[in-house]
């Protein structure tokens, strides 16, 4: 019998006698999370679903997450048609490559972006193409007048470097791509626009959500689609049929109807990450003016990994990205005030 444990060891990139730090008690900014809880009301539906005793957990969800496709309906100006649930945005991400690529065919995305593209796309055995981007943030560079990949993925506002394109381009790209135009906005929530009004103008628009940013959702892996209903239809027969667990419906039409704490989060993290650019700017880092919960920063020397190392050695976790595209900068996540003034402090001392 063949032993899988080395490869699966290789794979996790495990290092014996290697132990993790303990990163209670860390100020944590490397994944974007969101640094305040959700909504009390989260809490309050997830104990009410559950009941006294849990009796509900015996039987299965609803597998079309109809109730949470109403809310959102609701709250975005869609018919619920147009609306598809998911388990983290990611999941829709794959659907749309199950549904739209095949074998030998192409997708496309902006380097640098989400690498997951890739990933998703390799699994399904599509060709994968990447573009770069113009010196100035707001245009795809060489992109062809006319692109005729399966689907063209267009994360924005961009995350590791934080700008969005603005919604004139987006809507000239809908009009050039043959396949689908996804349009994953994850961080749209901290945004200044979005580009919902184009999945209504044209039919090869996605637009995609998560609520593991904006509304502190990232630990019950809720995410939605919005597009065409016939769109719609293709996920909806490839997607696990109950995708979505009791609790995690449950979490999702309160998150989504407590637009009011919503809305208070959302701005106190805009706020924070001005103040927190300002400041990196006064200390003479360079900073790319985010619509994101985070920040994508350079220090003078351009030594990302000598920041990141004494960042770390202060226990805060930044990411640092190997790329040789990224690396001389650090893509800071958006903590509370506390955390960023104690982030600040460190910066300043370790010059």
């Known amino acids: 019998m063949i032993s899988l444990r080395p490869n699966i060891a290789a794979m996790a990139g495990y290092v014996p006698g290697y132990q993790p ?12 999370e969101n640094p305040y809880p959700p909504s009390p009301k989260v809490r309050d539906a997830i104990l009410a679903e559950l009941g006294p005793d849990g009796a509900s957990l015996r039987t299965y969800p609803s597998a079309s997450s109809q109730t949470l496709r109403e809310a959102a309906a609701e ?13 983290g945005s990611d999941e829709v991400l794959n659907n749309l490559i199950r549904a739209c690529a095949g074998q030998g065919q192409e997708i496309g995305y902006v380097h640098p972006s989400y690498s997951y593209y890739s990933t998703l796309a390799e699994i399904q055995g599509a060709i994968v193409c990447t573009y770069g981007l113009t010196d100035d943030l707001k245009k795809i560079e060489a992109f062809p007048e006319y692109y005729q990949g399966r689907i063209f993925f267009l994360t924005t506002p961009n995350s590791p470097l934080g700008f969005a394109f603005p919604i004139s381009y987006i809507e000239e790209l809908a009009s050039n791509c043959g396949g689908m135009l996804v349009v994953d906005e ?11 009004d184009l999945v209504r103008k044209y039919d090869n628009v996605v637009v995609t959500r998560t609520l593991s940013k904006s509304y502190s959702l990232a630990g019950m892996r809720l995410g939605l689609a ?32 407590d637009q009011e704490y ?3 989060c959302c701005r106190k993290i805009v706020e924070t990450r001005e103040w927190f650019s300002d400041r990196l700017r006064s200390i003479g880092y360079g900073v790319i003016p985010s619509q994101g919960n985070f920040v994508f920063a350079s220090p003078p020397d351009r030594e990302g990994t ?28 958006v903590g509370t005030r506390e955390e960023m003034e104690h982030t600040l402090a460190a910066l300043v001392e370790i010059g």
């Open 306 to 333: 000598r920041v990141y190392d004494g960042l770390y050695a202060r226990k805060i976790l930044v990411r640092h990205f190997s790329d040789p595209l990224l690396c001389h900068g650090l893509r800071i996540s």
């Open 226 to 257: 919005i597009a065409r209903p016939e769109v719609i239809q293709a996920l909806d027969k490839i997607r696990d049929h109950y995708n979505l667990d009791r609790l995690a419906q449950a979490a999702c039409v309160a998150a989504l109807r």
């Open 75 to 87: 709250l975005y100006g869609f018919d619920p048609s147009w609306i598809i649930m998911a388990n």
């Open 21 to 32: 730090p303990d990163i209670a008690s860390w100020i944590k900014l490397n994944t974007n």
């Open 186 to 196: 994850a961080y749209a929530d901290f945004a200044d626009a979005n580009a919902l």
């Open 262 to 264: 919503f809305r208070n």
